[in-house]
């Protein structure tokens, strides 16, 4: 599950929204995860991925010189991607020209809150509603099967029936 959202333009962070965790200093965070990403750049000349902590993860991706990180904790690395992909791209489409622009004011970017809680959500209630069709089919298969034993316990009763029809017949 996503915890937390930031992106970060030039070591400062823009925009933040938590969902679990609290990050209460997102500007020093901001500070120290650019620190770290510049620290990658300069030893593999790539900017890092991933940094992994006891209990959660910081996921980065970089896009048009903006660090979008994504806290969180265990989750489907396609399902990440798939948030990550629809943030960016939205926020990009919503602010390229603030950004393009930008002289160091963040407020502007507080209304894009409703927005990703929309994309965080919505993954999220994708992801509810596989499980819920997951549980969905297996209760299905499970009654098949259990009508599947009813009919071939019956058949067996009605063999066993015709059997003893005929054994006492014959005597």
Same mark, same amino acid.
């Given at each position: ?9 030039? %070591?400062?962070?823009?925009?933040s ?13 901001? *500070? ?7 620290? *990658? ?29 994504? *806290? ?8 990440l991607?798939? +948030? ?7 926020? /990009? ?10 002289? %160091? ?10 927005? *990703?809680?929309? +994309?965080?959500?919505?993954? %999220? ?9 997951f /549980?969905?089919?297996?209760? +299905? ?11 071939? %316990?019956?058949e067996? /009763? ?14």
């Amino acid at each position: 599950m996503i915890q937390a959202i930031f992106v970060i333009h030039k %070591g400062v962070c823009l925009f933040s929204r938590q969902y679990g965790k609290s990050y209460q200093q997102s500007q020093l965070l901001a *500070a120290f995860l650019t620190a770290i990403n510049q620290l *990658a750049l300069e030893i593999s000349h790539k900017n890092l991925k991933k940094l992994v902590l006891d209990e959660e993860t910081f996921s980065f991706s970089m896009v048009n010189n903006i660090l979008f990180v994504y *806290a969180h904790d265990d989750m489907k690395n396609s399902e990440l991607i798939k +948030i990550s992909n629809e943030f960016s791209s939205k926020f /990009l489409e919503c602010f390229s020209s603030e950004i393009k622009n930008w002289e %160091g004011e963040v407020s502007c970017f507080e209304a894009f809150n409703d927005q *990703a809680d929309d +994309i965080v959500s919505m993954k %999220g209630k994708a992801t509810m509603l596989e499980m819920e069709q997951f /549980l969905q089919d297996k209760k +299905i298969k499970r009654l098949i099967q259990t009508q599947e034993k009813e009919a071939h %316990g019956k058949e067996v /009763l009605l063999e066993m029936e015709q059997l003893l029809k005929s054994k006492k017949k014959k005597e």
